[in-house]
Antibody
Framework: QLQLQESGPGLVKPSETLSLTCTVS??????????WGWIRQPPGKGLQWIGS???????YYNPSLKSRVTISVDTSKNQFSLNLSSVTAADTAVYYC???????????????????WGQGTMVTVSS | QSALTQPASVSGSPGQSITISCTGT?????????VSWYQQHPGKAPKLMIY???KRPSGVSNRFSGSKSGNTASLTISGLQAEDEADYYC??????????FGGGTKLTVL
């Protein structure tokens, strides 16, 4: 049974870099069938897609966050990480990692839906 | 990308049916049959309820159904039950492996 678990500091100072890790168990992040991603949810607000990656090394970012976001992968540890730089109070949120199932048609594949989620981790940006 | 538009809240009595709309643009909902819906109970992670507009993952009740017309997708829940009370979010593929979520809809079972 695939499980995802987020980990990282719960408190980050303004202007610093938020760093989180998602550890995947029960399956490999190197599978060609899936993408993997990060989503966040500010307190009392809706979900926001942050970014995703494919095992081939391709990464995709939300245009509104692209200049501050980096997603990296450690296949040896079956983990992937999120770095968000120059954080402000607006980055305070619950951060989720998730698996994306793919959809293929006429030889082209797309990431499709977030089918398995981690439990989420709360990150507060405050001095 | 702007967030997809959902009603802030909907309500219904047990046994009734409700529909939640999700309006996007011709660049996202209107262009791809890759709309998904998520249920989120307070303090919990979202749960996938519908993918590819109308498909249900294994284990999701057939009381949940999805559809799409033009730039608007819809989630219908029939035979409302108390346990359906939750927040619901739509999400659409928007090209170039980018995703956009809706603002969320709070479902109240009266």
């Amino acid at each position: 049974q695939l499980q995802l678990q987020e980990s990282g500091p719960g408190l980050v100072k303004p202007s610093e870099t938020l760093s989180l890790t998602c550890t995947v168990s029960g399956g490999s992040i190197s599978s060609s069938s899936y993408y993997w991603g990060w989503i966040r949810q500010p307190p009392g607000k809706g979900l926001q897609w942050i970014g995703s990656f494919y095992y081939s090394g391709s990464t995709y970012y939300n245009p509104s966050l692209k200049s501050r976001v980096t997603i990296s992968v450690d296949t040896s540890k079956n983990q992937f990480s999120l770095n968000l730089s120059s954080v402000t109070a607006a980055d305070t949120a619950v951060y989720y990692c998730a698996r994306l199932v793919g959809y293929c048609s006429s030889g082209t594949c797309y990431p499709n839906a977030f089918d398995i989620w981690g439990q989420g981790t709360m990150v507060t940006v405050s001095s | 990308q702007s967030a997809l538009t959902q009603p802030a809240s909907v309500s219904g009595s047990p046994g009734q049916s409700i529909t939640i709309s999700c309006t996007g643009t011709s660049s996202d909902v209107g262009s791809y049959n890759l709309v998904s819906w998520y249920q989120q109970h307070p303090g919990k992670a979202p749960k996938l309820m519908i993918y590819e507009v109308s498909k249900r993952p294994s284990g999701v009740s057939n009381r949940f159904s999805g559809s799409k017309s033009g730039n608007t997708a819809s989630l219908t829940i029939s035979g409302l039950q108390a346990e359906d009370e939750a927040d619901y979010y739509c999400c659409s593929y928007a090209g170039s492996s980018i995703f956009v979520f809706g603002g969320g809809t709070k479902l109240t079972v009266l």
